[in-house]
């Protein structure tokens, strides 16, 4: 099946001021009529390095209560590693279309893994404004490198670095969220998969849109993962939902993106919150971001922690295969 890309139709775009209807947003998501425009106040930046450990556990789980997104600064991944993976993955994005298609997602693969667009249109038969390259980088067990890019030909070394450096923000993530809930410090990393966590990267391509006042990168969602660490570009674009208002994530250079993702949400009963968030395009850069979905291994069941329930606090969530929870989420069926 021949799928067209976001890419290409805005390649066709460039010198017009319109856009397909199909990408034409209901009045009650464009940005343009529900970006908050008022005063407000700014998504928590925590510095990861702070030696003070229980300052640092208190600002990550009171930026996980109440926003369920933060953004982290000092986190020990050298700049040069994260250049290195933007540059990369931008290297790919700019390769000619046919060549980009040899990574395409197989039509018929049960998995994110590949290249592509989304297919299905969303429930208000819209579409979104972005291209994507999803693939794992850790465990080495679970990569499949069908899905990696030969071309540039240091992707592969770029996304090797960052994975390696990745993990040690990730332990040290899980580590505070535990302790920040009074578990011992190894208990949502044990709870959510512990060496085998698996670390799906995708790269956002938004390529510029004519009219980003009625289109979405991506429609409000919250992330399947247990946790998301994202590298944006320096176009912003990012929107989280705040006490009912879509507000924007201020670009801090080098620092990484946290969401809360739905197992954390899960595994601690709702004291932590998954974040509903959103994307907007620009009319004349190219927006992207590089998302690493840290996932349970699919057969691995998540529910409430033992610990976080009781009597006054009883389970709010079923306990289920995180296989079979991304099943429901995707197809849009009851959890
Ligand atoms: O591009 C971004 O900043 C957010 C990406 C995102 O939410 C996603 O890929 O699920």
Redesign the pocket.
Known sequence: MEVERVQAIASLSLSSDSIPSDFIRPEKEQPALTTFRGPVPEIPTIDLSDPNEGNRVSLVAKASRDWGMFQVVNHGIPSEVISKLQRVGKEFFQLPQEEKEVYAKPPDSKSMEGYGTRLQKDTEGKKSWVD?LFHRIWPPSRINYQFWPNNPPSYREGNEEYAKYLREVADKLFRDLSLGLGLEGHALKEALGGDEVEYML?I?Y?PPCPRPDLAL??VA?T?LSSI?I?V?NEVP??QVLKDDHWID?KHIPNAL?I?IGDQIEIATNGKYKSVL???TVDKEKT?M?W?VFLEPPPELVVGPLPQLVGPQDPPKYKAKKFKDYSYCKLNKLPQ
């Open positions: 994507h995708k956002n938004y990168g991506l969602h992330d998301t994202l944006p674009g990012l994530a993106i969401h968030h959103r994307t927006r971001s998302p």
